[in-house]
Nanobody, 132 residues
Framework: QLQLVESGGGSVEAGGSLRLSCVVS????????LGWFRQAPGNEREGVAA???????TYADSVKGRFTISQDNARKSLYLEMNNLKPEDAALFYC??????????????????????????WGQGTQVTVSS
């Protein structure tokens, strides 16, 4: 079982920056990927970025070049550095974990974010507001 707790959300002006954090606690016998999703009012939850145990990353096209996902060596903290924020980035941001089959590896493939239903554990979310 993994528990995920996000922090770092807030309100910024367009062009500003925020750094989201996610603390990963508990234990998993399986390898896992970590990722960030977001959901704006009236929209479905969408993938933003993901990272695997080897540090491979992938991003949604809408955030490439502006957002950076990273993790600490122990994989107990996940981060999302968000620069040049736009009003359309405003959303509730979630941290998530995607478990690999027991004995397998979770691998991030460039250009592909696994859909929401494939992720196993979720945090409660942290709100990001961007004013124009």
């Amino acid at each position: 079982q993994l528990q995920l707790v996000e922090s770092g959300g807030g309100s910024v002006e367009a062009g500003g920056s925020l750094r989201l954090s996610c603390v990963v606690s508990g234990h998993s016998y399986s390898d896992y990927c970590l990722g960030w999703f977001r959901q704006a009012p009236g929209n479905e939850r969408e993938g933003v970025a993901a990272i695997d145990g080897n540090g491979r990353t992938t991003y949604a096209d809408s955030v490439k070049g502006r957002f950076t996902i990273s993790q600490d060596n122990a994989r107990k903290s996940l981060y999302l550095e968000m620069n040049n924020l736009k009003p359309e980035d405003a959303a509730l941001f979630y941290c998530a974990a995607d478990l690999a089959p027991l004995g397998g590896r979770c691998t991030v493939k460039p250009g592909r974010l696994r859909p929401e239903h494939e992720w196993n554990y979720w945090g409660q979310g942290t709100q990001v507001t961007v004013s124009s």
